[in-house]
Nanobody, 115 residues
Framework: EVQLVESGGGLVQPGGSLRLSCAASGFTFSSYAMIWVRQAPGKGLEWVSA?????SYADSVKGRFTISRDNAKNTLYLQMNSLKPEDTAVYYC???????????WGQGTQVTVSS
């Protein structure tokens, strides 16, 4: 059974940092690209970042967020620096299947950026 479990969210002041983790199980983690997606209150899903071997980023987070993975630990990370109030959202990780898109999602972790 595929499972994705996010953690690391919380309340942080503007300019602060958080590191999200996504623990994966039930599939060969190293064989798949993984993505982070977020959903702000009252808005739709927004793609944030993706990683297979090289990371890619939405313009809104480029230069502030860094995606990484530890294949030995089956864990995906999102280091978020210089956080802004507009980064407030529920952050989800997902397993990406080439040409098909995301097929499994985690339950999400809340990130709130506020003073």
């Amino acid at each position: 059974e595929v499972q994705l479990v996010e953690s690391g969210g919380g309340l942080v002041q503007p300019g602060g940092s958080l590191r999200l983790s996504c623990a994966a199980s039930g599939f060969t983690f190293s064989s798949y690209a993984m993505i982070w997606v977020r959903q702000a209150p009252g808005k739709g899903l927004e793609w944030v970042s993706a990683l297979r071997t090289n990371g890619s980023y939405a313009d809104s987070v480029k230069g502030r967020f860094t995606i990484s993975r530890d294949n030995a630990k089956n864990t995906l990370y999102l280091q978020m620096n210089s956080l802004k109030p507009e980064d407030t959202a529920v952050y989800y990780c997902a397993k990406w299947v080439n040409d098909l898109g995301p097929d499994y999602w985690g339950q999400g972790t809340q990130v709130t950026v506020s003073s």
